[in-house]
């Protein structure tokens, strides 16, 4: 063969291999491009942080390698194994929250920069829009906190869901409710504020529906616009109900906004249950904590044992940014690495590679580090052996309370607030 025909035949193998999602055997060769949106602007601008910090933390640990992590199918060597060592780059954009901004992203991420799969988005009104596109346009999407039920409720083949969602969560608080009247507490209605997107909507429903299932009398729903910058009449609202229990459905700057309206109008609640997203911002307890002292709220991630992977990963994390992982920065994370894994399993960039094996995932407890019973998606892609906790706010810091083979503190009532 001539020399030119050698090269011409090099160019098309590379070409080929290139086309066909496989890598080239030099690790630095390839790389798997990621594709995240998050709120890094906008009233949820320090959870879009947060989560921001976790994924890059993830990807760091995926790409560098680390020993100590050996339980987790990803982690322990450097790059990706099945892609010859390939390193994820991370491919990022800001929603603003808002899902427009949010669907034309994930338009970008997909059509433009060819990412592989896509991580996201934390709020659930983005999160649906964002799932909509990728399943348009055939690319893996998993949502890693999100928790409206209709996300994995539109028979779509493209989305996967790795957290506990809104039926989990209603589940949890009415089984919590009920062992508390057990041992003797006063509970004979709550209420339930929720802000009125997607994301309130759906889980206030189905905390109605886990109450009523459980014969717990709800006093009120009290919807409420988003970003209001007045909450006193649904504080006066909750002051003449004088429910035992209130569960709040609000993003940050609405919850600090509710704890600080709340003390002005001398109201405290029994028990006051925070539905993760504001009560786990990391705003939140710099700015609302002394005013919210024996808060509960729900959250999936302990920092757990030294030697557990969540306690090694907490340790990275507060190494790198000088805080603890929260439940929603945990989640993202968790969920960076079971997609991660998927695609080292579909040894491919190829997304019908990564769907398959996406499908195929099948996580043991041992393998997580968040407290998951493990990871197997449903045919709708939920994760049916997610989990859900209850912490409670002491101090500076929330304490596992509920159930009790998950307690590291005693549950602590009435909340004691501001008092």
């Known amino acids: ?70 339980a987790m199918p990803v982690g322990a060597t450097a790059g990706l194994p099945n892609l010859g060592g390939a390193k994820i780059e991370l491919d990022e954009a800001d929603h603003q929250g808002n899902p427009q901004v949010g669907q034309q992203q994930t338009l970008r991420l997909i059509t433009q920069d060819h990412v592989a799969a896509l991580l996201g988005s934390y709020h659930s009104s ?160 710099p700015n609302a904590g002394d005013l919210a002292q024996g808060a509960i709220n729900r959250s999936a991630f302990d920092i757990g044992k030294p030697g557990t992977n969540s306690y090694i990963v907490d340790q990275m994390f507060k190494a790198k940014y000088g805080r603890d992982l929260d439940d929603t920065s945990a989640r993202w994370m968790q969920g960076f690495f079971v997609l991660a894994d998927a695609i080292n399993r579909a040894g491919s960039t190829a997304p019908d590679k990564i769907q398959a094996a996406l499908k195929a995932t099948e996580l043991k407890a041992d393998q997580l580090m968040i407290g998951y019973n493990g990871v197997k998606f449903d045919d709708t892609g939920q994760n049916t052996l997610a989990s859900t906790f209850l912490i409670q706010l002491k101090g500076k810091d929330y304490v596992s309370v509920w159930p009790q083979d998950r307690a590291t503190g005693t549950l602590e009532l009435p909340m004691k607030g501001w008092h």
């Open 126 to 285: 983005v999160t649906l829009v964002a799932t909509a596109v990728a399943e348009r346009q055939g690319v893996p999407f998993l949502v890693a906190d999100s928790v409206a039920a209709n996300i994995t409720g539109r028979g779509f083949k493209w989305t996967f869901r790795t957290t506990p969602f809104a039926p989990d969560f209603a589940k949890a608080y009415s089984d919590f409710l009920a062992d508390v009247k057990k041992s003797g507490k006063k509970i004979d209605s709550i209420a339930i504020v929720n802000e009125n997107t997607d994301y309130g909507t759906s889980v206030s429903a189905s905390v109605i529906d886990a109450a009523k299932a459980a014969n717990i009398k709800v006093a009120a729903q009290i919807p409420y616009n988003a970003n209001s910058s007045d909450v006193s009449a649904q504080v006066l609202q909750l002051k003449t109900l004088q429910p035992d229990v209130v569960i709040f459905i609000s993003y940050t700057a609405d919850t600090i906004l509710y704890f600080k309206t709340m003390k002005n109008l001398d109201y405290l609640p029994p028990i006051i249950i925070g539905d993760d997203a504001g009560f786990s911002d990391p705003a939140f307890i």
């Open 1 to 70: 063969m001539t020399k030119a025909w050698w090269i011409v035949s090099l160019a098309l193998a590379a070409a080929l291999t290139a086309a066909a999602g496989v890598p080239a055997h030099a690790a630095d060769a390839v790389k798997v491009k990621i594709g995240a949106i998050y709120p890094l602007t906008g009233n949820a601008a320090s959870a879009g942080q947060s989560a921001k910090d976790a994924v890059n933390l993830a990807a760091e640990i995926v790409n560098t390698g680390h020993p100590e992590l050996k």
